[in-house]
T-cell receptor, first 112, second 113 residues
Framework: EAQVTQNPRYLITVTGKKLTVTCSQN?????MSWYRQDPGLGLRQIYY???????DKGDVPEGYKVSRKEKRNFPLILESPSPNQTSLYFC???????????FGDGTRLSIL | AQSVAQPEDQVNVAEGNPLTVKCTYS??????LFWYVQYPNRGLQFLLK??????LVKGSYGFEAEFNKSQTSFHLKKPSALVSDSALYFC???????????FGAGTTVTVRA
């Protein structure tokens, strides 16, 4: 089954404790992206990747890092999480930037 | 810079009535436009897209959208709404040649029986 898998689905943690949210797709997609969803703001793009080893900033990259060492994986790293990063996060992938994206089911992060 | 506006936070319609969800966009050049739907506790699902060609685009579940370049709009429509269409709808835009995708704030649709 074609899918985008995010882990964990839920996480409660404390300020400053490094965390990684994993994202994996099994569709051999080139384009991958991370978004955060906040009430009243919709989805905002954090980072995107055009292919292996090629990443760039979206609209809200501050406080986040990403890497794309393999085509299928695109982890999101919060080196020193802060409460304003409490949000619902989505990973998405598509064959290329012009095609519709497939979304994971989301990761709800709470930073205390 | 590109942006999307969804002027209505909520749309309420009776089952069987037409449904319209509004979207306007702003880009420097030509746009790629998308509509997605989100059901509770799930990721977004693709409904339809406009890239080039016919201004009326047909998508999944009986939805369609009309691209209007002069009004910079891409409104989502369904002739006869179902209770199961109740969900959160997002419009998104990418400027041709760019990699970033910008979403609107979303419109919650409630279809009452």
């Amino acid at each position: 089954e074609a899918q985008v898998t995010q882990n964990p689905r839920y996480l409660i943690t404390v300020t400053g404790k490094k965390l990684t949210v994993t994202c994996s797709q099994n569709m051999n997609h080139e384009y991958m992206s991370w978004y955060r969803q906040d009430p009243g703001l919709g989805l905002r793009q954090i980072y995107y990747s055009m292919n292996v080893e090629v990443t760039d900033k979206g609209d809200v990259p501050e406080g986040y890092k990403v890497s794309r060492k393999e085509k299928r994986n695109f982890p999101l790293i919060l080196e020193s999480p802060s409460p304003n990063q409490t949000s619902l996060y989505f990973c998405a992938s598509s064959i290329d930037r012009n095609q519709p994206q497939h979304f994971g089911d989301g990761t709800r992060l709470s930073i205390l | 810079a590109q942006s999307v506006a969804q002027p209505e936070d909520q749309v309420n319609v009776a089952e069987g009535n037409p449904l319209t969800v509004k979207c306007t966009y702003s880009v420097s050049g030509n746009p790629y436009l998308f509509w997605y739907v989100q059901y509770p506790n799930r990721g977004l699902q693709f409904l339809l897209k406009y890239i080039t060609g016919d201004n009326l685009v047909k998508g999944s579940y009986g939805f369609e959208a009309e691209f209007n370049k002069s009004q910079t709009s891409f409104h989502l429509k369904k002739p006869s709404a179902l209770v199961s269409d109740s969900a959160l709808y997002f419009c998104a835009v990418r400027e041709i040649g760019d990699y970033k995708l910008s979403f609107g704030a979303g419109t919650t649709v409630t279809v009452r029986a």
